[in-house]
Structure formats: C-alpha cells, structure tokens
C-alpha cells in the first residue's frame, strides 16, 4: 500500500514535470510564427498583381472556436477573398499561450493575415509578444493603386511621434487612389458608450478625434476600419466613411441590435471600394444573445488556456491526494511494548554506514566516523562504510565499500567526487552483507541513498547530524537568489526532513539539539560527542620535545589551530587576531596552523602584507594519526570558527594538555568553560586577542587550564562513544516501524 502511495503521487509529479516542459518548450515549436504582417504584405505585393481584389474585414476575434475558427473562416474562404485584414483584439489577453493558440488558428489559413493592433494583444505585457510575432505596432503599405495604413490606438506609441509618421505617409499617399486606414479604436463618438469593462471602447480625446477627422478628410481617405467593440456601425464624416466591424467571436452586446456575428468583405476595384457586410445566419437573437456569448467566452477561454488549466488541475490533484493521504494516515505516536526485553542487547550487529566524503580527505566527518566505527568493531559488531571513490586511495581500505564517481571536483587541492547514487551496485553491494540497521551520516546524496536502501529493505535508520549546512552557502551558485535561499531556508529544510524520516538521531553538543528540536526535528535525539582515540596520544617525550624544537624557532609560546583552509572556518579573523596579539604584548609566540583549502593562497599573502611570517606558519596538510604529537608539542589551541556543530578538534587539542581560546558559537559553548579549560568570546579581536596574552603570561593560571583541559577531554573516550551508539542502535531496532 505504501509503496502504491508513492507511485500514484510520482505519477502525478512527472505529469505536472511533463506539462511544466511543454509550457517551456512550446514557444520553440512555433518558429515560423514570426513577423506576420512584415512577411505577408511581402507575399501580397509579390503575388497579388491584379488591379481588382477583394480582401475579407474582421474584429474582435478573442481566440474564439465556435465563432470564428469553426464558421467565420469557413466562409471566407469559400469567398475567395485574396487576404484578411483584422482591426485588432485578435486574443483574449496579451499572454504568451494566447498567442500560441492564435498561431493555431493561423496555420488553417491559405490567406495572408494582416492586424492592427488591439488593447487585448496589449494587455499583460502582450505588447512584446505581439512586436514578436507580428511586428511594428503601426505600419503601411501601398498595393496597386491602393494605399493602407495601420496605426496603434492602444497608447503605446507616443500620440505625437505616430501623428507625424501618420502626416509623412498621407503625403506618400496622394499619387494613389484609394486609402483604406486599419485601427482599433475608431475615431468617431459612439452613443451609448458602452463601458462594458470601464474603458471607453473609441478613442476618447476629442482632440485626438478631430486630428485623426480632420487630417483622413483633408487627404481624402476614403475607408476607416475599426472595432474594439462587438457590434457593427457606419457612418460618414466629411467624406470618410468609418466601419466599426466587431463581430468575429468576442462576447455580444446583448441589449444591442447591431451587436451581432459578422464580418465584412470589401471589393476593390478601378470603380471605388464596394463593402459588404456578411451576417452569420446561425446568429443568436437578443433574447439569447447573453447566454451565446458566455458559451463562446467559456469555449474560447478553456481553449486558450487548457494548458495552464491542466496544469492547476493537476497541482490541486496532488494537493488533494497529500492531504487526503495525510488525513487517512493512521500513526501510532507511542512506542510498541511489546517486544522481547533482551532480544537484541546480545546479537552482534551489521551496519552500514553512508557518508559522502571520507578519507584519504582529513576533515571532522571522516575523522568522526573512523573513531565510530573502531569503538563498534571493538564491541564486536560489523561495520562497513559506504563511501565515495577518489583518485588518490587510503592506506586503509578495508571495509570500505567504495562507490563509483560521476566526476571529481578538485579546488585547490581538495577533491570532492560526486557520487553515482543511480548505480546499481551500490544496491547490491548493500544487499551482499544483510545488514540490521543504516547510519547515514549527511542529509542528502550517499545519505539520501542509504535511507531509501534501509525503506526497501526495511531497516530502521540512524542519522547524525554533524554539519551546519546553512554555513556553506557561498558553495552554493548565486543565482537568482538561490544562495541566499539555501542559506536562511533550504538548508535547513534538508536536515528537519531528512531527521524526521529516520528513527533516531545522534547530535555531538547540546546546543545543536536544541538546533534539530526548533526547526522541528520530532524525532529522538541522542547527545553523542565525537569521541577521541587516546592511542594516537601515546607519545614517547624525546618525540614530542623534538618536534616541539623544530616547530618554535626562537618564540617562548607554540599556539595551534587545526582547520580546513576555507571561508566558513573564519581563519582571517583568525590571522587579525594574532596581528592584534602581537601588537600588544612582547611576549614571543608562534602560531602552526595545520590543514589545507581553497583559501590557502590569500592567507598566505595575508600573513606576508601584515609581516607576519615569524609569528604564523601554515603547516598544511598532517596524517590525522600524528596530529596528535602536535597537539602535545603545543601550548594553547586557538580556533575562530563560527560553523562547528561539536568544535571535535578543541576536544583533541585538550587531550593533548592545551587549554582553548575560541569565539562563541554552537558546539564551542559545550565544551569550553571560562576560566577553567580556556575561554570563549565574543567575535571580538581585542578580546579573543587579550584571552591569549592572559594565559600566555600568567603560568600559574596557565597550568590549572591545562590540567583541567586534559581532565575533560578524558571524558570524551571512543569506548564509551561505541557503548552509547550501540544502546541507541538495540533502542531503534526494539521499536523498528517494518517488524
């Protein structure tokens, strides 16, 4: 049944994908629906050569169906009319799909098209569209001895510009005899205004009528067509006659008599300009004229629109299945008793771990899975680690299931390989060891893959949380606000829903769980610090005096800091601090940095320009296993990281004698006590840098720092981080959902 939810909401998924790419798509499909009108009038002057034509008039048409695809065209082209001209308001709105539809209702003709532009082609940003598709928004052309002119009544253009233009081609025109003009908005009154959306439907300036009056009747224009409105009506003006011809598929005007299905077809020849008004018999009476133009209305929108419509149909059948799925979801929220009470605390168990980065790559994650695992397989259990592959191999290789690369990302001596998660070996390879429980050790990627292994075969599975996500946004592309996202919403998001789709979840510090528990994480949650591996710190003293010699020079003081050399590790506060320290004391001391990162080369200019080089040393990249002997050649650790979730190597560099200095944040503020182990400040330099020069000079405190550094450290063994995962791991299996 479970399995059958999530198919029927994939399906649905990829449905809603695959009309989302159609949308995206589609205006690919049409690239021959370019330039209409530039194009067209091209054809007519190359073909039409005859000194009679008759071409068909048409309005309003609103990417009508039943109206104007299905009757309207029929008729015209059984007409044998040379091409159509239409005043405009061809769409229902300006938006891209409309545009598409018209495309469709163009491509049935074998006539040349020609429009006007209208305020629907304009609406929702349409006018880019329609410059696209059709071209100029006014324009004209001579054909024979005929002249026609097509101007912009939407307010587009500017009214003085166009009225020029409209004078200059008026003036071209006189040597021909006939002048037909193309527009939306006619420039005549009409009574009643018939503010049916409260636009006024002619042009509305009366200054801008009489210009458009006076200067047809001064050149003896002889025909002005227009629409905008859905009826039909002629008047003459000083000896231009006017046409409103609005009746190719727009809603009617139901309380009108001259609102009505037409269109018009004009003869011209040597003799004048006869026009002949062509009414469609099927044509509604006034009694059903309204219910006829919401049918067509309807029709023409749900065409228009279909794609948009299926999609939203679709969204809300996904919405209502979740929901329904939700509501119906019967979930027991109290833990099954009854099961046998030791009926797993004996068994020796297989686990696999999940990781996307490892070694031979030093970092915490790696370090902290390693220990882990050597405390499990001290208390006999199986562990195999799931783990990308690198180009370089580790000395050790045992129980590492390496998984296939897609590539490998290196920046400046790091390598990141991105891990084949599709590849079904990494299935069989799990399948092989019959594990009893999954680990997984990151939110996504080999983590993600480890949870749906440990559903499939159902195992309960354990989560650590080890890494603020949230801090490594500036790896994240900045793209249309997508690092900003990742870092105040997805980040976040990715570990809460991650979390809560396990059945427990280790957390190294008390503050990062108080962090799982208010972005919601619900499920239980066990405070597990990496523990430390007290047998790298067995050192002969000879050893430890001798690296100590070679690493001090002629300071009195070795300071230490561990970390990767990258932004989120706050290391040029770091080397501010130390340029600090040193202004203000005498007191000879040298700080070893150990590790290696994309920033390596800007702190090493950073440490020359500050004159620096005797008091700082980048040390690079050390064997994790003898990183130790530095921590116990060393005085004070000091570390100004700000993203840690546990601070693991303040808790190594204690157990190597070293009190801390470090600047407050998670993970830092549960292991530090002031004045006890070290300190923590605020992300200050004058104090961070003061805390160093009071431990470096007043020995006494010094000492009792130290002791007691080493003291808490101890606390922290891999043997007793084993025997608390273990409990946990017994705890989920007792309770496992798929017993």
Known sequence: MRNRSKLYLSILVIIILIIISYKIYAPYTIQDFKAVNIKNVEKLQANLKKEEYSFAVVGNIENSISIFDNQILPQITKSQVDFIVSTGNNLRDGDESKYRVFYRTLAKLNLPFLTAIGEKEFDDGGNQNFYKYFGPFYFAFELGDSYFIFLDTTANTNLNWQKKWLHNQLEMAKGYQKKIVIMNKAPIKLNPDYLLDNKTKYINSKKTREFYQNIFSKFNVDQVFSSNLSLYHQESINGVH???????????????????????????????????????????????????????????????????ILLVLFIA??????????INKEVDYYRDFAYAENEFEAKKLKIAMFTNNYFPVIGGVPISIKRLAKALRKRGHEVKIFAPEYKEKSQEEENIIRCKSLYHYQESGLEFPVTNIFSTQIKKDFAAFDFDLVHAHHPFWLGNKGRKLADKFQLPIAFTYHTRLEKYAHYVPDILFLRKFFANRLSHFLIENFANNTDAVFTPTKSTKEYLRNIGVSRYIKVLPTGIDFDYYERDQAEIKSLREKLIGEADRLLISVSRLSKEKNLYFLVNGIKKLKEKTEFKFKLIIIGTGSEKDNLEKMIKKNNLEKQIELIGAVDFREIPLYYLAADLFVFASTTETQGMVLLEAMAGYNPVVAVKSSGIDDVIENGKNGYKTEEDLEKWSAKIEELLQEHGKYEENSKAARKVAEDYSIAEMGKEAERLYYKILKLNKYQ
Do not use: C
């Not at 809603?251 to 004009?266: Q, W």
């Not at 006829?292 to 023409?300: D, G, P």
């Not at 059948?317 to 939700?326: D, S, W």
């Open 242 to 308: 006017y046409t409103i011809s609005g009746g190719a598929g727009g809603e009617l005007i139901f309380d009108n008599d001259k609102s009505f299905y037409h269109y018009l077809v004009v003869n011209v020849s040597p003799q004048g300009i006869e026009l002949t008004m062509k009414r469609l018999e099927t044509n509604p009476s006034s009694l059903s004229k309204l219910v006829v133009s919401l049918w067509v209305a309807l029709q023409s929108f749900f065409y228009a629109n279909y794609i948009n």
């Open 317 to 326: 059948l996904t919405v209502f299945y979740i929901l329904h799925r939700e």
